[in-house]
């Protein structure tokens, strides 16, 4: 690439084939362990005539010989529109020079490395043969979560709830489709209970699952809320559990963790460890078969730019192309 040549423009198409959950999940086990320079995001809230508040995200990280920048919007009620609730973009940049090398899909880069930093956490901390998965949600990232955890443990069973039924149905008959023993969930309390792994994938503002509904041995995975508006479990979940993060930065951006601390239902002590010190087998994960986990993920430039390098060299890699 010369100094004249524009960016390459990778779609959302091309962005998919190259993040293989089989390949996206090891590649961030090795860029958490390995890690990167990444600055706290930068936050911007845009009140919406309806009383909602929308989000821009600035997501830069630099690792090697690359650099990159996320773009994310977050407009909650797009449901309503029928459009998604975030929207973002990936510019990968040379590390020496600056030059600007892609402009990459963000949408799939997100959706995917948040639900591959989920199965990379349950990897650690869900039940080595767990079976049943919920997943709450059914939007872009709910979507993927099957195929992901699936990729880490004997998925069996997968079970879908959303707040909007024909929702669940959609990601249901999705599923089905691709070959999972998959069923809509009606009664949230009772699938919670039944559940193995419960995968919490929305934009609730107010906790949807209660730490009462949790059996011993559950794993649950927090990765709808990221600002300091949003939450998807209650106190007691938070009481009950041990809690790992994907980064110690959740405790300054999500409801999820800054309410329970504000309210003294636990302390910035309480949390067990980083998916960083997961990978580098700094803390062991999962003890007793009968414990409660917690991962709480508000997701992490990290995990952008190391997804954005595997796109990278499957597009600029000759021989990748020709497999391809």
Known sequence: MTATDAPIMIDAARTRASLPFDRLIPALREAYASGA????????????????????????????????????????????????????????????????????????????RTVGIAALGASFLARENASKLL???????????ADAFRSVRPISKVAVWNINRPGAERLVAQLRADSFDAYVAPDLEKAVGDAD????????TEPIIKGTWLKPGTHLDLIGSFTPFMREADDEVFRRARIY????????????????????VIVPGDIQGTLAGLCRGEHKGRGAASEITVFKAVGNA???IASASLVYQDFTDPSRSAKS
């Open 197 to 204: 792994i419960v995968s919490c994938a929305t934009l609730a």
């Open 37 to 112: 320079d990444v600055p706290l995001r930068h936050h911007h809230f845009i009140p919406q005539p309806d009383g909602t508040t929308a989000t821009i995200l600035i997501m830069p990280a630099w690792r090697r010989e690359l650099l990159g920048i996320k773009i994310v919007t977050i407009f909650p009620e797009n449901g309503k529109r029928n459009l998604p609730g975030l929207f973002s973009s990936y510019l990968l940049c040379d590390g020496s020079t600056g030059q600007h090398l892609a402009l990459i899909d963000g949408n799939e880069i997100t959706s995917r």
């Open 245 to 264: 993060v994907d980064t110690m930065d959740a405790l300054k951006e999500s409801g999820e963790l800054l309410d329970p601390i504000r309210d003294g």
């Open 302 to 304: 990290l995990s952008d």
């Open 135 to 145: 997943i709450a949600g059914s939007g872009r990232i709910a979507s993927l979560a």
